[in-house]
């Protein structure tokens, strides 16, 4: 228990304490992930949602890119339709 209890000090010591989050990093990898949009599917539908998935793919845009480019939704109803505070919070 000692030796457990010791590593585990140790590593809050030297790994967890101090350690910050890359905020703009986080942000760079919830605007490219794919699986934000199932979040259009009500709105959008399966089919169109998927065609901006597939297009963000073939053009490494992001997803809000792809969606705007794709003709199929707004910069407004993007932001109305994915809410990425929304979308990680439990139901």
Known sequence: MT?????ASSFAEHMVEGVEPDR???Q????RSLMSVTALN???GYDKAAEIAKLAVK???SLRE???DSGHLTNEQFDQWIDFKALTKEV
């Open 66 to 68: 792809a969606a705007i």
């Open 42 to 44: 009500p709105h959008i």
């Open 24 to 26: 703009a990093r986080i």
């Open 28 to 31: 760079e990898l919830l605007e």
């Open 3 to 7: 030796l457990l209890g010791d590593a």
């Open 59 to 61: 053009k490494n845009l």
